[in-house]
């Protein structure tokens, strides 16, 4: 492909592969622990980070990485200490984050809302050699935390007070966890952009949830969904002139919706199959449901 010849454009399918390893990789713990918008939160906090490093002359991806692990590492102590005026500590920190970064990159010099425009909604032309430096290592963090400890971030997402009661450090993890998310953010932001990256964190989880609800697979399946429309919308977006950001999006939404198409009737067939194989007169199995809304009943 003649895109490859081009140093920007294999900057930028480096930088896409290990966004779409890293982004269902943390992910997956966040939709477990009912924090989907985090990701979301997190961007916003970053902006003033970017905003930062061109105030300062000094690397935006490493300054957003510093401030937006500041920021979630805030949100959780406000998660743990504010749980009567919790919502609206969280909001004045997002809104103050988006605030603090257009006024920083107007205060640098030569800085304009324009030089955000690249890290909002991401820039392939704008991947630097210094960007895939700090992409790889911060990446790498991202992958030892989210494979190195996957038992123990499982089982506090799944219940925290069974894993208190286990004996493991259940503040501790959740503080990794909303580092490891800013880390993932500040890795993803380039290609995908601050404002969309949380969409690659959730919804290629949810999309694998479709066809697993084992942990592993699930895993697996998220991260190749998000290798494959990274890449995918890296791609498009080079040769059709789009943003790299709103496709990959769009991408991962498409993905969603073809194997949720794909699920539901290969779910009747199994029931169907199921309930053929059980001899007459055997009693039903009784099944509890994962989770139920507010108001549910468990039936018998």
């Given at each position: 492909?003649?895109?490859?010849?081009?140093?920007?454009?294999?900057?930028?399918?480096?930088?896409?592969?290990?966004?779409?390893?890293?982004?269902?990789?943390?992910?997956?713990?966040?939709?477990?622990?009912?924090?989907?918008?985090?990701?979301?939160?997190?961007?916003?906090?970053?902006?003033?980070?970017?905003?930062?490093?061109?105030?300062?002359?000094?690397?935006?991806?490493?300054?957003?990485?510093?401030?937006?692990?500041?920021?979630?590492?805030?949100?959780?102590?406000?998660?743990?200490?504010?749980?009567?005026?919790?919502?609206?500590?969280?909001?004045?920190?997002?809104?103050?984050?988006?605030?603090?970064?257009?006024?920083?990159?107007?205060?640098?010099?030569?800085?304009?809302?324009?030089?955000?425009?690249?890290?909002?909604?991401?820039?392939?032309?704008?991947?630097?050699?210094?960007?895939?430096?700090?992409?790889?290592?911060?990446?790498?963090?991202?992958?030892?935390?989210?494979?190195?400890?996957?038992?123990?971030?499982?089982?506090?997402?799944?219940?925290?007070?069974?894993?208190?009661?286990?004996?493991?450090?259940?503040?501790?993890?959740?503080?990794?966890?909303?580092?490891?998310?800013?880390?993932?953010?500040?890795?993803?932001?380039?290609?995908?952009?601050?404002?969309?990256?949380?969409?690659?964190?959730?919804?290629?989880?949810?999309?694998?949830?479709?066809?697993?609800?084992?942990?592993?697979?699930?895993?697996?399946?998220?991260?190749?969904?998000?290798?494959?429309?990274?890449?995918?919308?890296?791609?498009?977006?080079?040769?059709?002139d789009v943003p790299p950001?709103?496709?990959?999006?769009?991408?991962?939404?498409?993905?969603?919706?073809?194997?949720?198409?794909?699920?539901?009737?290969?779910?009747?067939?199994?029931?169907?199959?199921?309930?053929?194989?059980?001899?007459?007169g055997d009693p039903a199995?009784?099944?509890?449901?994962?989770?139920?809304?507010?108001?549910?009943?468990?039936?018998?």
């Amino acid at each position: 492909m003649d895109l490859l010849n081009y140093a920007f454009m294999q900057r930028a399918l480096l930088a896409a592969v290990l966004v779409g390893i890293t982004a269902p990789a943390v992910g997956i713990y966040l939709v477990q622990r009912r924090q989907a918008l985090m990701g979301d939160g997190i961007g916003h906090v970053a902006m003033t980070g970017v905003g930062l490093g061109f105030l300062l002359s000094t690397s935006p991806v490493w300054m957003a990485t510093l401030v937006s692990v500041l920021g979630a590492v805030l949100m959780e102590l406000i998660r743990w200490y504010g749980r009567t005026r919790g919502d609206i500590a969280l909001a004045m920190l997002f809104y103050g984050g988006m605030a603090g970064g257009v006024m920083f990159i107007n205060l640098a010099p030569g800085g304009s809302n324009a030089n955000l425009t690249s890290y909002l909604f991401g820039s392939l032309s704008t991947v630097s050699q210094s960007d895939v430096v700090a992409i790889c290592l911060l990446a790498a963090f991202v992958v030892l935390v989210t494979l190195g400890l996957r038992r123990q971030l499982f089982a506090v997402s799944q219940d925290e007070e069974f894993a208190r009661v286990t004996g493991l450090p259940v503040r501790a993890l959740n503080l990794l966890t909303a580092v490891t998310a800013a880390v993932t953010v500040t890795v993803a932001m380039r290609v995908v952009g601050l404002l969309l990256v949380s969409a690659l964190m959730v919804v290629p989880v949810a999309a694998a949830q479709q066809l697993s609800r084992s942990f592993a697979a699930t895993f697996a399946i998220a991260v190749a969904i998000g290798v494959s429309v990274t890449i995918g919308g890296t791609i498009t977006s080079y040769y059709q002139d789009v943003p790299p950001g709103a496709t990959i999006v769009l991408l991962t939404i498409a993905a969603f919706i073809v194997l949720t198409a794909l699920a539901t009737p290969l779910a009747r067939r199994r029931a169907r199959a199921l309930a053929a194989s059980r001899p007459a007169g055997d009693p039903a199995e009784c099944v509890i449901p994962a989770s139920r809304g507010a108001g549910d009943e468990v039936g018998v």
